[in-house]
Nanobody, 123 residues
């Protein structure tokens, strides 16, 4: 079973920063669009950011635009999510996702998921 492995979550004060990382097997990373989703207790899962296979297309959820940055290092099979100016409402479990098409990532139809990493922002 394909595993995406996230890291970098934790507890941070409002206004602080965190960087999440997600490593995927090379056979998956090289042909997949990647993305980050999050789910807070009692809320639906939402797209945080997505990046196409080559990195030429990027989308962000409205609530994180201007604060979060997604990037990928194809040599390391890793996608990153740099989160700045964190707010308490960013508190959620963040999931890495991979899909064969960029449209699928945007539509929450990822084929592969990580186990999730908790991000908690205190006020």
């Amino acid at each position: 079973q394909v595993q995406l492995v996230e890291s970098g979550g934790g507890l941070v004060q409002a206004g602080g920063s965190l960087r999440l990382s997600c490593v995927a097997p090379g056979s998956i990373f090289s042909i997949n669009a990647m993305g980050w989703y999050r789910q807070a207790p009692g809320k639906q899962r939402e797209l945080v950011a997505a990046i196409s296979t080559g990195g030429g297309r990027i989308n962000y959820g409205d609530s994180v635009k201007g604060r979060f940055t997604i990037s990928r290092d194809n040599g390391k099979n890793t996608v990153y999510l740099q989160m700045n100016s964190l707010k308490p409402e960013d508190t959620a479990v963040y999931y890495c996702a991979a899909a064969l098409s960029y449209v699928a990532i945007l539509a929450d139809r990822a084929g592969y998921w990580g186990q999730g990493t908790q991000v908690t922002v205190s006020s």
